[in-house]
């Protein structure tokens, strides 16, 4: 089982919608980070969280650290927001420290 | 202040030759570390350095690969003797610390070996 879960895998919608992707995890960490990846680009970093709510724009992050489990939400969405969309969770680990991720979760908006 | 920048950003290789992938961290930070995307295939941890020093290469293929961060310039990973499996995308963040800070991420470089 991987360490790091998300769903949905795939996930379709119209603009306007309000998206949810889930994440859940199995190991301690320190904090968890939703990245953003468009075809053929780079990525960018969305949110680092270690507890409660983040806000930005129209996205919008939540962690429960007692249930392993944050989730993205994007309101309004829009063609543009169109991306996979990964977990990552910062693994702390013999003095040192890595990510591991999630498989990510392809997000389509259409018009 | 320009973001991490990973060059080149495509890279063609033959069998057998070898690749260099660099990256400049962004200015003032000092903590590299570089993940490899295989296609259909999440991202995986491979190495993560600091100046002069490899802290945690336990992601890192034992043979043919190998990293460095030296004092001065980017941070080079460094693939011999190419194999079609190599193929994939390798991406670099930079941190200003280790711990619970932010890290950001380049462009990444997509290697193809032919």
């Known amino acids: 089982k991987n360490e790091v879960e998300q769903s949905p895998q795939n996930l379709t919608a119209q603009e306007g919608e309000f998206i949810t992707i889930n994440c859940s995890y199995s190991v301690g960490i320190s904090a968890l980070h939703w990245l953003q990846q468009h075809p053929g680009g780079g990525i960018v970093s969305l949110f680092m969280?270690?507890?409660g709510k983040k806000k930005h724009g129209r996205l919008i992050a939540t962690i429960n650290i007692q249930e392993k489990h944050s989730s993205l939400h994007i309101t309004a969405s829009h063609p543009r927001d169109s991306a996979v969309y990964i977990c990552?969770?910062?693994?702390?680990?013999?003095?040192?420290?890595?990510?591991?991720f999630g498989k990510g979760t392809k997000l389509t908006v259409n018009p | 202040n320009a973001g991490v920048m990973q060059n080149p950003r495509h890279l063609v290789r033959r069998r057998g030759q070898e690749a260099r992938l660099r990256c400049s961290p962004m200015?003032?930070?000092?903590?590299v570390y570089w993940y490899r995307q295989l296609p259909e295939e999440g991202l995986k941890f491979m190495v993560y350095?600091?100046?002069?020093?490899?802290?945690?290469e336990s992601g890192m293929p034992k043979e043919r690969f190998s990293a460095e961060f030296p004092k001065e310039g980017p941070s080079i990973l460094r693939i011999q003797q190419v194999v079609r499996g190599d193929s994939a995308a390798y991406f670099c963040a930079s941190s200003p610390s280790g711990g619970d800070t932010e890290a950001f991420f380049g462009q990444g470089t997509r290697l193809t070996v032919v």
């Open positions: 200015k003032g930070h000092s903590h």
């Open positions: 350095l600091q100046k002069e020093n490899i802290i945690d």
């Open positions: 969280l270690s507890s």
């Open positions: 990552a969770v910062r693994k702390m680990q013999g003095g040192s420290e890595k990510l591991v």
